[in-house]
């Protein structure tokens, strides 16, 4: 388990570099006391580990950018890619700023040669939401302009670099309107905003997007609020979900969509054993007394219908956001 003496840990984001896992993961100070507060207090911290299970902490990796900037408030949720061109690692990250009283996401960029040290793009915000696809901000409706969360990977079909983000359609039921937002780069650096990857899914949001090919097959993992959910049924919680990919960039069945774990904002990882598991953030513990840890990874498995499952017995743990 990650988790620090004083500091809350929640989302996390992974890279592999030789035998050592980097995390790089969402923290604010427990001396916050109120764990909500935490949001907005959030910076980017990081760690490494050989096993997934034990790990060292070192330097944080991104903090707010003194005010005034786009990101002066909080960074949150990202991921992190090396241009095999260069060598370079790229970190994609979401900032809100104090101006904006948090409410409008956007998505920045920043590079390392050692995944130690990160320099900020200073053209950043590389990217905000396009009102001739996807939402603006819509107060009362929706209680944010949602557009984070970025999660790039390399399509070898067209050899271009794609980037999935949290969105939700311009129109419809404010519950239904959640969506796989799409941009596509051929350097890293400029983004073209494309059409969402969905029409409406049945959720209010789709967070801390992940598509990776597992077996042969491609599977899109996401975490869901109940809240969220526009017809919940018995067996929706609040927890992380995977639905069947027919490629890496959709369709996406989400009416296959079956959770994986109500440990939230979970990632699936390759272990070193070559099996593949998830690592979520721990919330409320037994006592009812929040956490603010990730878990150690939980062994998955693919299932017929093209989803993921836990391998063996493991435990729910309960999300409080």
């Given at each position: ?9 929640w989302d996390s984001w992974y890279y592999k ?108 915000p590389i990217a905000e939401a396009d009102a ?190």
């Open positions: 388990m990650l988790i620090l003496k004083e500091r809350w840990v570099d030789g035998d050592n896992y980097h995390c790089f993961f969402l923290q604010a100070d427990r001396s916050l006391v109120d764990p909500e507060k935490r949001h907005l207090n959030a910076s980017i911290g990081h760690a490494v580990s050989k096993d997934l299970t034990n790990w060292e902490i070192l330097p944080d990796a991104i903090s707010p950018t003194k005010a005034p900037a786009w990101d002066d408030n909080a960074t949150w949720t990202g991921s992190v890619i090396k241009d095999p061109k260069t060598g370079i690692f790229h970190m994609f990250y979401t900032g809100v700023n104090h101006a904006e009283k948090g409410l409008i996401q956007r998505v920045g960029h920043a590079t390392s040669g050692d995944l130690i040290t990160w320099v900020k793009d200073l053209s950043s001739k696809y996807y939402e603006k901000l819509n107060l009362p409706s929706w209680h944010d302009e949602a557009w984070r969360d970025p999660w790039v990977f390399f399509n070898a079909i067209d050899g271009k670099w794609h980037m999935f983000v949290t969105a939700r359609h311009n129109q419809g039921d404010t519950l239904d309107r959640a969506t796989v937002g799409h941009l596509i780069s051929s350097d890293l650096s400029n983004w073209s905003i494309e059409q969402p990857l969905t029409g409406p899914t049945g959720f209010g949001q789709l967070e801390v997007l992940q598509i990776e090919q597992i077996n042969g097959k491609f599977v899109l993992i996401f975490c869901v609020a109940l809240e969220h959910i526009k017809n919940p049924m018995q067996h929706f919680v609040s927890g992380t979900y995977s639905a069947p990919a027919e490629t890496i960039l959709g369709p996406f069945d989400l009416s296959k969509a079956d959770l994986i774990s109500a440990e939230y904002a979970g990632r699936v990882v390759q272990g070193p054993d070559g099996v593949w598991n998830l690592l979520g953030f721990i919330g409320n513990g037994s006592n009812g007394e929040f956490v603010g840890a990730i878990s150690d990874p939980i062994p998955l498995s693919l299932t017929p219908n093209g989803t993921l499952k836990p391998v063996g017995s493991f435990s729910l743990t309960s999300r409080n956001i």
